[in-house]
Every structure is written in C-alpha cells, then in structure tokens.
C-alpha cells in the first residue's frame, strides 16, 4: 500500500476487497493493511465510518463473534447482512476461516 495513505484508508481498502460471502477477523484485516496487531484500530475506524457501500458486517472478532451486544440494532442488522451473503450464524457466531489462511488467497482465488 503506498506509504500517503491514512491508516483509515488502508483499513477501508481491505474491506472493500473482501467478497461477499466471506467474512475476516479484526485483526487479519488490520494485517493485511499494513499494520499488524491493531485490531482495536480496526473496529474503531469502523465504528466512526459513515461510508455507506463498506462492507463492515464482513468484520467479525477472531473467534467468529458479532461484536455488537445481542439482540441491539446493529447486531441484528450484521447477522441479516451475512445471512443475506449465505454465511451460516448461529448464535451470533459465524465460523471463521481456518488459522493460517492467507487472506490474499480468500480474496482473489477463482471461483
């Protein structure tokens, strides 16, 4: 990623290349943006975007776990998001892709 680009457009940039149908942790995309462990970041750039065609209901914590209390709004929304992309959510849990995967490989393999 070129060095000019804010950290916040890196992290957007990574989640725009997530296709529908998958979901990544926190933290991957954070790695995969350049700037390995900072999850935290991540969720913060997501919790103050306003950027209407971000898929941020891609972006689940490690385990697969909505971050959003359950049963609030939001909660409800990203687990109708995903379901509508064919993710399976079972207890506000989505299974994660195997640990060790590479993120470049998920996002651009053929179909």
């Known amino acids: ?3 000019s680009e804010s950290k916040q457009e890196r992290i957007h940039a990574v ?3 997530l296709p529908a149908g998958s979901v990544c942790s926190y933290s991957a995309v954070a790695a ?3 700037l390995p462990g900072c999850a935290r970041l991540v969720a913060r750039v997501l919790s103050q ?3 209407p065609d971000l ?3 891609r972006v689940l914590r490690a385990s697969g776990q909505i971050a959003f209390p359950k049963d609030s709004p939001m909660f ?3 687990s109708q998001r995903l379901r509508a992309e ?3 959510v079972e207890a506000g849990r989505v299974k994660m892709p195997k640990r060790g995967l590479d993120l470049d490989a998920l996002l651009w393999a053929p179909d």
């Open 86 to 88: 064919g993710i399976r």
């Open 1 to 3: 990623m070129a060095e």
């Open 15 to 17: 989640i725009r290349a």
């Open 76 to 78: 409800i929304e990203q």
């Open 49 to 51: 975007s306003d950027t």
């Open 32 to 34: 995969k943006a350049g």
């Open 55 to 57: 898929p941020w209901h």
